[in-house]
């Protein structure tokens, strides 16, 4: 592990523009449960059912009710953990420009991270339905299922639903991160949603190192990263920026 933590924190203090691509595995230490594996919410619920956007138009009560209304109590208390610090650290040690971020909980911003792409929405801001007038997720009133617009149209989330595009700002953005930097950190990113698992494809494909800190084993683990730090993004993010401090400072 050592080995491998020490690997990482040279490629770091080599490269010159760094891009991270995070997935909801950065944020289980801070108390968001996973999508997939043990404990994850596709165990609890099924995607297609309360994450498509089809399922959501059919019967907002129920998405609202069985999902979102979830995730707003664990959103709200959450807090960044390591792992998020970590590549707050790596900004402010120059080496990091952009995250890219599956998740919805604007945790990288809170733990400092500048440049962020939130590819999948975030969960801060609801959009009327009928008005498209926007409202902070905290102003709302989610006693009444579903929330709805002074208008009387009902509130969705800012959230990239199954059956959805990627805002076409938001994938550019991405495209020319992936594709300018020379190192890519993917952390706690199971790999398997698309387009965000092509990112690193794109990286690797234009020259870039591409390392995964990740317990398990993904789809890019042996094909598209050259080595992974089989550990928690907290642990192991501590450990590397430490070791990357020791290298540049
Ligand atoms: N530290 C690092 N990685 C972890 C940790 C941890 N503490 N705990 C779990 N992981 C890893 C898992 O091994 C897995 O590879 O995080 C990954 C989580 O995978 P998913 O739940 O599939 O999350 P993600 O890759 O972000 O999913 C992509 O799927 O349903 C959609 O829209 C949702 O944005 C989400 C997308």
Redesign the pocket.
Known sequence: MDDLIQKTAEHLAAAKHVVALT????S??SGIP????KG?LWEKFD?MEV?HIDAFMRDPEKVWRLLISEMRGVLEKARPNP?HLGLARLEALGKLKTVIT?NIDGLHQLAGNRDVVEF?GNFAWLRCLDCGSREQTVAVDLSRMPPRCACGGIYRPECVFFGEGIPPMDLDRSQIAASSCDLMLV???????QP?AFMPVIARQSGATIIE????P?LLTGTTSILRVPE??GKAMKAIVAAVEHLVL
Request: glycine share 22%; aromatic share 4%.
């Open positions: 997935g909801a595995g950065i289980v230490e996973p999508f997939r594996g994850g995607p994450g792992g599956q999948h952390v706690g990113c199971s790999a398997v949603v965000a800190i990740n317990p398990e993904t928690k993004a």
